[in-house]
């Protein structure tokens, strides 16, 4: 049974920092897919950051804030933020999937949560002005 249990989310003020920790177990973590979305009141989940083992990604609207990382031996996945605004605010998913091998592990620019077969349950983030 794969279970995704994601922590450290939580209220900052704008211009903060913030770690998510994911951890993983009952998936082959070293070899798949992971990422993290995120998903705003009345908004569609979107990808924020994806990573295996030849690269990681991010959505435009993250780049030079976010860092995603992973670390085999712990089976966790992490997700620095840093610069945070009022427009990150959503509720934070980690997700999983053995099926996007090598350049098909990327965050794509339009929804693509569907592709992810396994998923957390969410840690909320909130950034205050």
């Known amino acids: 049974q794969v279970r995704l249990v994601e922590s450290g989310g939580g209220s900052v003020q704008a211009g903060g920092s913030l770690r998510l920790s994911c951890t993983v177990s009952?998936?082959?973590?070293?070899?798949?897919?992971m990422a993290w979305f995120r998903q705003a009141p009345g908004k569609e989940r979107e990808g924020v950051a994806t990573?295996?083992?030849?690269?990681?990604t991010y959505a435009d609207s993250v780049k030079g804030r976010f860092t995603i990382s992973k670390d085999n031996a712990k089976n966790t996945l992490y997700l620095q933020m840093n610069i945070l605004k009022p427009e990150d605010s959503a509720m934070y998913y980690c997700?999983?999937?053995?099926?996007?091998?090598?350049?098909?592990?990327?965050?794509?620019?339009?929804?693509?949560?569907?592709?992810?077969?396994?998923w957390g349950q969410g840690t909320q983030i909130t950034v205050s002005s």
């Open positions: 009952g998936f082959t973590f070293s070899s798949g897919c």
């Open positions: 997700a999983a999937d053995s099926s996007l091998i090598g350049a098909y592990c990327y965050v794509r620019t339009r929804p693509h949560s569907y592709q992810f077969t396994y």
């Open positions: 990573i295996n083992n030849e690269r990681s």
